[in-house]
Every structure is written in structure tokens, then in C-alpha cells.
């Protein structure tokens, strides 16, 4: 009897072993899931973080290290001196991409009437008033940008907080309401974007993909950065760029040298 509980011990601590050995192969598979798998350490060999590239030498390192397997984007982080608390500061704006983003987006337009028609004949993926009101508040956000005119804002108002929350409530600033919505579908369907500052005084932007290549990619940027450039606060003092970080999807960011802009 001595033997056989000495064997049922012997089994019980061998089943413990296990199930510890299998918690802590979860465990490291865990940590290199939400840390750098090996696909990152190998490409950001080909970058040196001591190093700030010229526009040209960092879009060419990007595109070497954009191996993933769909077409990734290559995004700008720019890094501002400007202070979000002041109303003033809180930047805003829209650029139009000469050579596109490289995805298409879908977009939703508030209108009724003449520019509900045109809207459509533009390109528009919805349009509608109260009955897309109804479907946003059951929970329906499939779109990338929401248009409306001044006259459905009022209505508009009652699902603010659910779309504001997505970066979608249309605002004039980023010429999102509009009396010629149709206009504004055209061009966001080209290629127009919004940029905005976080709580962080950060832009961040997506200005292609790289299946654009390096030349629309850095027509892009330059296009980018002279929009940003040309919207300096009035009150902003001193140096406004700060850091411009470039980075593809899932890889190692590079920074910009700024005398070379």
C-alpha cells in the first residue's frame, strides 16, 4: 500500500511538472507574441538608431524592411514642441497625397436632397441622414471618413460622443462639413488625409503604402511635411518640429534628419 501512494505521489508531482512546463512555454510564447519576434530583430539589423537618415536613405531602408506579407503602410510620427492644452495649438488639418494613399476607404456622407444625389455620383459608399443616425447608434461603424453638410450636423449631434471617440465626427476643420460634399468625396477618395495633434503634442499619419515605391512615397512625405510646416500656430514659438520618425507596419522606426527637410 506504502508503494502504490508512493507511486500516486511520484504521478501527481510528475503531472504538476507538466502542467508547469506547459504554463511557462505559454508563457514565453506570450512574451514573444506581445514583444519582438525574430522577423523584427532580423530587419532592424538593417537600421542604426544612432543614425538620422536623410528623407531618401529612410524610405529606402523602410522598403527593405517592409517584408511582411501585405502591403504595409509606412507611417510618420512627428513629434511637436506645440502644447495640445491650448486651443490654439491643438493642430489641425488635411493634405491631399499627389500620388494617393495606396488603399481605398469607404465614406459616409450626412446629406439629403441635391447633395445626397451628388454625393453619390461621386463616389460615396453610403449616404443617408437619419437611418445611418439609426445605424451607428446599433453599433454600425463600417467607414473610414464622415462627411456631412451644416444642415445635418443638429442631427448628427445625438451619436458625437460614438464617433468622436473614432476619430469620424465630421468637423470643418478637417473640411469634413461642407456645403458641396460631393467635392469633399472626391478628393478624400484621391487621396486627402487628416492630420491632428494627440494629448502627446504627436502627429501620426499613415502617407502611403509601399506599394506606392520610393518616389510617390517621398512625394508624399514632402507633401506632408510642407502642409504641416505651413500650419504653424501663430503662437507657436521657437523650434515646432521636434523628432520625425518614420516606420513601416510591424517595423523599426527611423528618424529624420530635419536640416535635410
Keep these: 500500500m506504502v508503494e502504490k501512494k508512493k507511486s500516486k505521489v511520484v504521478s ?10 506547459g504554463k511557462k512555454k505559454r ?16 530587419v532592424a539589423k538593417l537600421t542604426d538608431i544612432n543614425k538620422v537618415y536623410s528623407l531618401d536613405e ?23 514642441t506645440l502644447d495640445p492644452k491650448q486651443a490654439d495649438q491643438n ?11 495606396g488603399k481605398s476607404i469607404k465614406i459616409l456622407v450626412f446629406a439629403e436632397g441635391a ?23 446599433a453599433g454600425w461603424l463600417d467607414f473610414n471618413v464622415a462627411i ?14 460614438t464617433l468622436g471617440t473614432k476619430g469620424l465626427m465630421p468637423n470643418p476643420k478637417s473640411g469634413t462639413v461642407t456645403k458641396d460634399p460631393a467635392r469633399a468625396v472626391e478628393e478624400f477618395k484621391k487621396g486627402k488625409v487628416e ?13 502611403g503604402k509601399v506599394s506606392l515605391g520610393a518616389a510617390a512615397l517621398k512625394e508624399n512625405f514632402t507633401t ?21 520618425s518614420l516606420a513601416s507596419t510591424m517595423g523599426p522606426g527611423v528618424t529624420i534628419d530635419l536640416i535635410s527637410l
Design 58 to 80: 529612410a524610405i529606402e531602408v523602410l522598403l527593405k524592411t517592409a517584408n511582411v506579407k501585405f502591403d504595409s503602410a509606412i507611417e510618420a510620427h512627428i513629434r511637436t
Design 148 to 161: 456631412a453638410t451644416p444642415e445635418m450636423m443638429p442631427r448628427i449631434g445625438q451619436i458625437g460622443k
Design 224 to 244: 506632408l511635411y510642407k502642409a504641416i510646416m505651413a500650419a504653424k500656430p501663430a503662437s507657436a514659438k521657437g523650434a515646432y518640429i521636434k523628432k520625425i
Design 12 to 21: 501527481t508531482k510528475a503531472t504538476v511538472s507538466s502542467q508547469d512546463q
Design 115 to 137: 447633395e445626397a444625389q451628388a454625393s453619390k455620383k461621386a463616389g460615396a459608399d453610403y449616404v443617408g441622414s437619419d437611418d445611418l443616425v439609426d445605424k451607428i447608434k
Design 195 to 207: 492630420f491632428k495633434l494627440d494629448k502627446e503634442a504627436i502627429i501620426h499619419l499613415s502617407f
Design 27 to 42: 508563457k514565453v510564447a506570450l512574451v514573444n507574441k506581445q514583444g519582438r519576434g525574430k522577423r523584427y530583430i532580423e
Design 91 to 101: 493642430l489641425r488639418g488635411t493634405v491631399l497625397m499627389p500620388s494617393g494613399i
